[in-house]
T-cell receptor
Framework: DQQVKQNSPSLSVQEGRISILNCDYTNSMFDYFLWYKKYPAEGPTFLISISSIKDKNEDGRFTVFLNKSAKHLSLHIVPSQPGDSAVYFCAASARLTGGGNKLTFGTGTQLKVEL | GAGVSQTPSNKVTEKGKYVELRCDPISGHTALYWYRQSLGQGPEFLIYFQGTGAADDSGLPNDRFFAVRPEGSVSTLKIQRTERGDSAVYLC???????????????FGEGSRLTVL
């Protein structure tokens, strides 16, 4: 049972346009949602997060929107650049015993930004 | 470097063999995590250490998998009697924990790619 779903395995966007990556989740107990970016042969790199009590968080070209009633979040990248081409993972955070955080990841969306 | 370091980067072994994967977290990070990423999937949680102790090992798939962190820094993931289904990228991550309002951001290493023939 996948608790975090990314239904689009790939997305292709022209340079300068907006990229919108989507994510759905099922567990209402998640307290944070995060986006990670991954290049080939590298580990995932943190991009941006949002608390479950917020509906929007913006950081430069990246904005994450959270719709709790729909259990849906999205990452907007504008303007998209060729260097943004990577796999993007949505992740949801829940507290662990002992103070840590367990991240549950989606399956990723491969973004390709074309010239 | 200042990031999470994992060795080896690649490991090829035969079915039934024993494997150790090492993780050196970011200095000062008390929390350490192991995740496993299979082909076409996102990373899946295996185990979490707070200091030297395994605070949550609920993600370990079976008793062939074990991890230690004896001095609260470097961690070793140990896999006994490897099976072909263990082939995956094993990712280590670390973080500062206990911060109020922390988002759960983890800093990942580049991973150790394990191939079991």
């Amino acid at each position: 049972d996948q608790q975090v779903k990314q239904n689009s395995p790939s997305l292709s966007v022209q340079e300068g346009r907006i990229s919108i990556l989507n994510c759905d989740y099922t567990n209402s107990m998640f307290d944070y949602f995060l986006w990670y970016k991954k290049y080939p042969a590298e580990g995932p790199t943190f991009l941006i997060s949002i608390s479950s009590i917020k509906d929007k968080n913006e950081d430069g070209r990246f904005t994450v929107f959270l719709n709790k009633s729909a259990k849906h979040l999205s990452l907007h990248i504008v303007p998209s650049q060729p260097g943004d081409s990577a796999v993007y993972f949505c992740a949801a955070s829940a507290r662990l015993t002992g103070g840590g955080n367990k991240l549950t990841f989606g399956t990723g969306t491969q973004l390709k930004v074309e010239l | 470097g200042a990031g999470v370091s994992q060795t080896p980067s690649n490991k090829v072994t035969e079915k039934g063999k024993y494997v150790e994967l090492r993780c050196d977290p970011i200095s000062g990070h008390t929390a350490l995590y192991w995740y496993r990423q299979s082909l076409g999937q996102g990373p899946e949680f295996l185990i979490y250490f707070q200091g030297t102790g395994a605070a949550d090992d609920s993600g370990l798939p079976n008793d062939r998998f074990f991890a230690v962190r004896p001095e609260g820094s470097v961690s070793t993931l140990k896999i006994q009697r490897t099976e072909r289904g263990d082939s995956a990228v094993y990712l280590c991550a670390s973080s500062l924990t206990g911060l109020a309002g922390g988002s759960g951001e983890l800093f990942f290493g580049e991973g150790s790619r394990l191939t079991v023939l």
